[in-house]
């Protein structure tokens, strides 16, 4: 979503004597609102306004001047500004999201966890959602909606994680997927073909098969896939969401979906046989008996489209919220209508085969069986989780950022992304899949940001994963090729700069600026004055836009003085 795309008008009402005189507002107010630096919002942020007295437009105005007027009418706004999770959102008059995802996940944690979503600016930050919309229709919803973001899988698990780390919110959104949405989500993380189903295991997959750290995540995996099945679609998927959580990098490797699957099948192994526990259900069955599969409301269809990666939502229309409301505040709509299709979608490639599996019940039943050996009874797990050394602390989100921009002094250290692929980083990460699991970017911004005096507290440093990577290795082997690789990326770095930009690398990386990380994207922000020819010559300050062996989407922004 560009910042363009946010900057819409619900409504706009001018008055005047003439009707030509009104249109030439409308066009002076719309060149106004492209050309104008709207204070407050920052860079990527969604700064979404209930109402704003534009003032007097004179016909003889230039558009400068009626942009100047409403970037002074916004700031007066924006100190009110308040986050959309803050208690009393539903009643400011401006309200804000840290980046293009956010909406989306702060959507699904307040369903998730009961609440209702019928305020102003729901409709508004995240484009299609109808207040009034069934609890398990707005969950796919948002869930849709993440994928269908820059950052595509790694939204949907920025969106996992959110409400892994919120008690109960996750449960709701895995117990409405259905098994035919399964080969959809896969898909989206590429590599998986509808010829790979059933999964058959080799000993050079389990060999490269990752490993998950953090225990919880493994106990979720452990309840799910037992009862799903570990081939299910959504057993893969789910697995492969909390692999991404770990290591963000991952999203690069063509080979996740097996390898998740690998992961999932290694799990359900240490917890027991589902069949052996009598679990098997056919699909006819979970219907009749899922005290869970409550009816479709009155004149809804509900339609599954898993070819083109879409849950669609057919029902009565729904009046049209700007003739029950005033300017762009939506208040609550009254019933469901039918969505309109969004741009954009899961990422195109193969996907699981859609026919549910052969002894794993469907998604109700499933559901009930869950709900009772989950965290609804807060009791046992399916069977065994495997040993730890040591008990881990549940998991919370952290490290990756809250949007608020910070100085750097190694803020030259993104344009080392683009540098890195003509040296080919990519090339070496899917020669050896284990590469992704360690952090290989990570660990190379790292030594660069290290030999340069970079503190620990430094934004980039951080931004791009200082804080995530550990020293150690399990393998004494692997530590080694990793410290070779960052060695060589080193080299081949520091000849790239001194051949292609005349420039040392401490020359290209030593820049002042401010950087702003949420968990899917990166901002960096440089003043205007600084602007190096031989950098820009070499086009290592355009946006590199989504990067997957990082899993962020970055971007620049050039500001003037106080404003960088």
């Not at 001018?14 to 407050?40: H, I, K, M």
């Not at 996740?256 to 699909?283: C, F, M, W, Y």
Request: net charge neutral.
């Amino acid at each position: 979503m560009t910042v363009e795309a946010l900057r819409r008008v619900g409504t706009l009402r001018l008055q005047a004597r003439r009707e030509e005189l009104v249109r030439r507002g409308a066009l002076l107010f719309e060149d106004a609102l492209r050309t104008a630096s709207l204070p407050g919002a920052g860079p990527g942020r969604v700064l979404l306004l209930r109402w704003l007295d534009i003032g007097v437009i004179r016909a003889d105005m230039p558009p400068a001047s009626v942009a100047l007027a409403l970037e002074q009418r916004v700031r007066a706004l924006v100190s009110s500004a308040v986050h959309g999770e803050e208690p009393g959102a539903e009643r400011a008059e401006v309200v804000f999201f840290r980046d293009e995802i956010e909406p989306f996940v702060a959507l699904a944690r307040r369903l998730g966890r009961g609440g209702r979503a019928d305020a102003w600016f729901w409709p508004h930050a995240a484009p299609g959602f109808v207040p009034g919309m069934g609890r398990e229709e707005a969950l796919r919803f948002a869930l849709r909606g993440v994928m269908e973001t820059g950052a595509g899988p790694l939204a949907a698990a920025a969106l996992v994680e959110a409400l892994f780390s919120t008690r109960g919110a996750l449960e709701p959104l895995l117990f409405v997927l259905r098994w035919q949405e399964g080969s959809a989500l896969v898909r989206s993380l590429g590599g998986m073909t509808a010829e790979a189903r059933p999964f058959v295991q080799t000993d050079s997959m389990n060999a490269a098969a990752p490993s998950i750290r953090t225990k919880s995540f493994r106990e979720t995996i452990a309840r799910f896939a037992a009862s799903w099945g570990p081939s299910d679609a959504r057993s893969v998927w789910l697995t492969a969401m909390f692999l991404l959580i770990e290591e963000p990098g991952r999203i690069a490797d063509p080979r996740l979906a097996e390898r998740a699957a690998a992961v999932a099948t290694a799990i359900v192994a240490t917890n027991g046989d589902p069949q052996e526990r009598g679990q098997t259900t056919t699909k006819d069955e979970a219907v009749a008996e899922s005290p869970l599969a409550a009816p479709a409301p009155a004149g809804e269809v509900v339609e599954t489209n898993s070819a083109g990666g879409r849950v669609e939502f057919k029902g009565k229309p729904a009046r049209d919220a700007a003739e029950e409301t005033d300017g762009a505040s939506v208040g609550v709509a009254g019933e469901p209508r039918p969505e309109k299709p969004r741009p954009g979608g899961p990422r195109e490639g193969g996907g699981l085969s859609e026919a549910s599996p052969r002894g794993v019940s469907d998604e109700p039943a499933a559901a009930a069986r869950i709900a009772g050996l989950s965290g609804f009874a807060k009791g046992a797990l399916v069977g065994k989780v495997s040993p730890d050394t040591a008990d881990e602390e549940p998991w919370a989100t952290g490290g990756w950022g809250d949007g608020i921009l910070r100085p750097t002094v190694v803020g030259g250290l993104s344009f080392l992304i683009p540098v890195l692929e003509q040296i080919g980083i990519s090339a070496r990460l899917e020669a050896d899949p284990r590469l992704f699991d360690v952090g290989l970017a990570a660990r190379f911004f790292v030594s660069v940001a290290r030999r340069f005096g970079a503190p620990a507290e430094d934004a980039a440093f951080l931004a791009l994963g200082g804080d995530r990577v550990d020293a150690s290795f399990e393998d004494p082997a692997l530590g080694e090729e990793v410290e070779r690789l960052v060695r060589e990326l080193l080299l081949e770095a520091r000849r790239f700069c001194r051949r292609n930009l005349r420039l040392g690398l401490r020359d290209l990386v030593c820049r002042p600026g401010r950087i702003g990380s949420t968990r899917t994207h990166i901002d960096v922000v440089f003043d205007l004055e600084a602007v190096d020819i031989r950098v820009r010559r070499a086009g290592l300050d355009l946006d590199p836009g989504w990067v997957p062996w990082l899993g962020r989407v970055v971007r620049y922004h050039y500001l003037h003085g106080a404003d960088a």
